[in-house]
């Protein structure tokens, strides 16, 4: 790619020179120390993917950078390309837009600076509309006092990483905002005003709003019609009423978040480990959920702590607050509170106070001097014992509650109890209830008195909980999280992501940080390190003293077939919901759960349930019926899209018929039916409830070329697909090239991503015996390796056809031991004989509706084929017939003829052979 430098003097570019002159990814340099100005009346419109690169130096006073070039100008830029500005500084001296991107286009700011030097009120300085994107990182600002400067985002995406923002971040019309580690500062007007979006902050502080003598009081956060995800931040603003102003139809999810105080109208909030300075409002019809612990901090003696009204409700599992006042909570207008624990940690909570209408309810379940009463004490192992499957961990839970009973036994022989350590893995794929499981022998050891805590703590964390790109941050990021847990759980969910093994690895300062903690408070909390088992195996090996400190495992096992049945008739009963026939529910759940790629376990069942609910709704609506309880087996069968197996349907052909309309190869076809009759009889019989060996359809196709390996073996998909014995009507097809990389490494990858795009259907190697005739360093035996191990972990979910010559195939089964065993299918093509080589030939010129001798035809094609070397069987005589077509095509042209459709008597004897 080209560079242009771009300055003053003669031996540099004029810009808009340099402009014209380059291409697509080329780059313009700034010489050194040039400050370009443009009239800001006169937009610079820019077309092309460039790249705008200037120079910074280390900032004597060891404070960041500084910037040595500087752009004053109104940039726009358009036409769905992607511009870089990078080490630059942009000057801001009048009421312009410094940078547009419109129409699809994709702006990078990479370590750029905006010194706004005007006093703007209400003026956009970035610009990011029609399905822009606009990206930034390492970005600071710099304006005066009063300025009003703002960054509006309309039906596009802007990310924030890493950066200082001074200004208003507005995003409209469907717009997508990401921050992460950004401190974001705006005052007199809100620092973030969104509507019809979608909003993620991450590990942020936004601070700001306006100050308490001015009338407005702008919040912080203004959010309309949006959907808000945070963690790990700190949104502030001690002068106003409320810091974050959901105003209507957001929904609002936070965790480990820190608030002045938050007010919410019409709008659905979720807290989790939340923390307020002043109060939590729920107004208008609202919803709170909040999971975990919420602390109320009660820095103003002049509010209460919660205010729920106009029939709004709040689920509370643990408040704290730290001051008495009157009222404490308020619940009014025909609202609801409910509290599961209650602290008041600096005195008795029957000293608290409450203003419940009398159209209102106010719960309190438990406290901390109540919180374990006797009645309920086996209640959350009963619960455990109930759940459906999970036989493996049930008995792990077992011996674990074992050793609490026999302690007990000791403590009361006077003697001392036998140390147990907690901290555990929970190994599985997604669905298979680790949480559920999680929360529930937490609670049974917190009955037992195990855990150490004055109430039940359950904290859950993932990666983005315990981890910060600020310097030292996750380590106090991670310490935080930990003394919340301390006297109860911490659940640290995909644990492995820790260990990302690229770029710079905070997860490690964040597993350091767990083991000192592990260490020095070995008795006051169980940590459980939980997320999938290959994954977590591999992270367990990552720091010799994980495995040291995490002596329990407990390998969570996927559903069997009939599991995930019951636990989908739980659910639908759960909901009131019954089933014409239950035997029917469960033979459609089973076939479609086997054939499914998606191995989510329970989350699967429930998504398939929703939509069988939602199916049944719609009929209920449309046929005005008055049961709505009972879900028919029609519904199931929308749900399952019958039809979709059957032939003919959306134009799809039968592949049985098609597959007996091939000329010749009888054998193959009679053996490709007892093939389909086999597959098509262990499912049918699964779903009746039978017991099937889990057999394999990995298959061999051996023949000269030209026998129709391949159109055979897409057919074999195809009814494979109708017959609902496979997931998708997918057939990719490879050969060595597209599974055998050049380097070591890269074949693994490359095989790896063949073999999963095509999970769910088949997958046909062509020429396969390649992948071993490289000699003892090549990469195709890796390849060989990386399918054999698929095919294991995957032979229900794919079809592997392995296609060659029957020689070479022979001795490629010889090279690894592990093929012959997992191919127990093999079909012989056998040649084509003379009379069916000739059908081929005629069916491919009938096809392009050419008229021909057929007598003479078969005559010349006959002769031709017992005296030639090349046995390539169809392949032969479509070459054949392209010859013939070329002595077609030339004489039309020579003689001039308008006849294009008749091969002549003497075209067929042109290539007879003599």
């Known amino acids: 790619m080209a560079r242009y430098l771009v300055g003053p003097y003669n031996n540099t570019w004029d810009f808009m020179a340099a402009y014209e002159k380059a291409q697509d990814g080329d780059t313009i340099e700034f010489e050194d120390g040039y400050y370009f100005e443009w009239p800001t009346d006169k937009e610079i419109l820019i077309k092309k993917s460039l790249n705008f690169v200037g120079h910074v130096v280390p900032n004597p006073n060891g404070d960041g950078v500084l910037y040595r070039n500087t752009i004053e100008a109104s940039i726009k830029i358009v036409s769905k390309v992607k511009v870089t500005f990078e080490n630059l500084c942009f000057t801001i001296n009048g009421h312009y837009v410094a940078i547009q991107a419109l129409d699809g286009a994709e702006v990078n ?18 610009l990011v509309d029609s399905c822009s994107k606009m990206v930034m990182k390492s970005v600071g600002m710099t304006t005066p006092e009063n300025c009003n400067a703002m960054m509006k985002i309309l039906s596009s995406k802007l990310s924030i990483t890493s950066s200082t923002i001074l200004a208003k971040v507005i995003g409209l019309k469907g717009s997508k905002i990401s921050l992460d580690d950004v401190d974001l500062q705006k005052y007199n007007d809100n620092a973030m005003q969104v509507s019809d979006s979608e909003v993620t902050v991450k590990n942020c502080t936004v601070e700001g709003g306006d100050n308490e003598d001015n ?13 808000w995800k945070s963690c790990n931040s700190v949104f502030s603003q001690p002068n106003v009423e409320y810091s974050v102003g959901l105003i209507e139809n957001v929904l609002f999810d ?31 019809g609202s919803y709170g959920l909040c999971t975990s612990d919420t602390e109320i ?17 709040l689920f509370a599992n643990h408040i704290i607050t730290h001051r008495k006042f009157n009222p404490n909570f308020r619940v009014s207008s025909s609202s609801y509170l409910q509290i599961k624990n209650l602290s008041y940690p600096e005195g008795d909570i029957a000293d608290l106070n409450y203003d419940i209408s009398d159209d209102s309810k106010y719960v309190l379940e438990t406290s901390e001097a109540q919180i374990q009463p006797i009645e309920n004490e086996n209640n959350a192992l009963e619960e455990l014992n109930n759940l459906i499957g999970l036989d493996k961990v049930k008995q792990e839970i077992k011996k674990m509650v074992r050793m609490v009973d026999f302690n007990k036994k000791r403590i009361a022989k006077g003697l001392p109890p036998e140390k147990q350590t907690l901290h555990s893995v929970f190994m599985g794929n997604p669905g298979t209830g680790k949480t559920t499981v999680a929360r529930l022998l937490g609670e049974v050891l917190y009955q037992n008195g195990v855990l150490s805590g004055d109430s039940f703590r359950f904290v859950e964390a993932t990666e983005s909980d315990l981890i910060s790109s600020k310097v030292g941050g996750t380590a106090e990021q991670t310490q935080r999280l930990l003394e919340k847990a301390k006297g109860g759980i911490l659940f640290i969910d995909e644990a492995y992501t820790l260990n990302k093994k690229q770029g710079v690895d905070h997860g490690i300062e964040a597993i350091n940080t767990i083991l000192k903690y592990m260490e020095d408070n070995r008795d006051d909390i169980m940590i459980i390190f939980a997320g999938y088992t290959k994954e977590m195996e591999q992270f367990l090996q990552t720091n010799p003293g994980l495995k040291s400190r995490v002596p329990n495992t407990f390998i969570f096992e996927d559903y069997s077939d009939d599991e995930i049945v019951q636990l989908g008739q739980s659910f639908l009963a759960k909901g009131g919901y019954k089933l014409e026939n239950s035997d029917y529910y469960a033979q459609h759940v089973k076939r479609a759960y086997d054939v499914s790629l998606d191995k989510s376990n329970g989350r699967w069942i429930r998504n398939l349930n929703e939509k069988l609910v939602k199916t049944f709704a719609a009929r209920v609506h449309e046929q005005d019926s008055e049961d709505i309880e009972t879900i028919m087996n029609v519904d199931i069968d929308t749900v399952f899209e019958e039809d979709k197996y059957k032939a003919g349907v959306d134009g799809q052909e039968d592949a049985m018929v098609t597959l007996d309309n091939l000329i010749g190869i009888s054998k193959v076809k009679e053996q490709v039916k007892q093939f389909i009759d086999m597959a098509e009889f262990n499912k049918k019989r699964a779903e009746q409830g039978g017991t099937v060996d889990d057999t394999t359809l990995h298959s061999l196709f051996l023949g000269n070329p030209g026998t129709g390996k391949t159109t055979v073996a897409r057919i074999v998909g195809s009814i494979l697909y109708q017959k609902g014995v496979i997931s998708q009507n997918k057939f990719i097809e490879v050969s060595r090239s597209d599974l055998v990389g050049g380097y070591i490494g ?9 073999l999963e795009s095509a999970l769910g259907g088949v997958l046909f190697i062509d020429e396969a015996y390649t992948l071993s005739s490289g000699g003892a360093n090549d990469f195709g035996k890796e390849a060989i390796d990386e399918i054999l191990k698929f095919m294991e972990d995957h032979r229900r979910d794919i079809v592997i056809i392995f296609a060659g010559y029957t020689k070479e195939m022979a001795e490629f089964l010889e090279t690894n031991s592990g093929l012959r065993s997992r191919i127990p299918t093999t079909f012989d093509f056998e040649d084509y004989t003379p009379e069916e080589i000739v059908q081929i030939g005629l069916l491919g010129l009938h096809k392009q509706d050419y008229e021909v001798n057929e007598v003479l035809y078969a005559e010349v094609i006959t002769q031709n084929y017992s005296v030639t070397n090349d046995h390539s069987n169809g392949r032969w005589v479509r070459n054949l017939n392209e010859r013939l077509l070329r002595h077609v095509s030339t004489r039309v042209n020579r003689d001039g003829s308008t006849d294009y459709n008749t091969i002549t008597d003497q075209d067929i004897e042109n290539v007879r052979e003599r």
């Open 215 to 227: 009338e407005k009081k702008y919040p912080t956060i203004f959010l309309r019609n949006t959907i």
């Open 746 to 754: 890269h074949t693994a990858i490359k095989t790896k991503e063949v």
């Open 109 to 126: 700011c990479k370590q750029v600076y905006f010194e706004i030097a005007i006093e703007q009120n209400n003026k956009v300085f970035i």
């Open 297 to 313: 901090l009660c820095k103003n003696n002049k509010k209460v702590n919660l205010y729920i009204e106009g029939s709004s409700t």
């Open 254 to 284: 936070s965790r480990n978040d820190h608030f002045t105080s938050l007010k919410a109208s019409k709008s659905n909030v979720r807290l989790n480990n939340a923390t307020f300075d002043v109060i939590l409002q729920l107004l208008e």
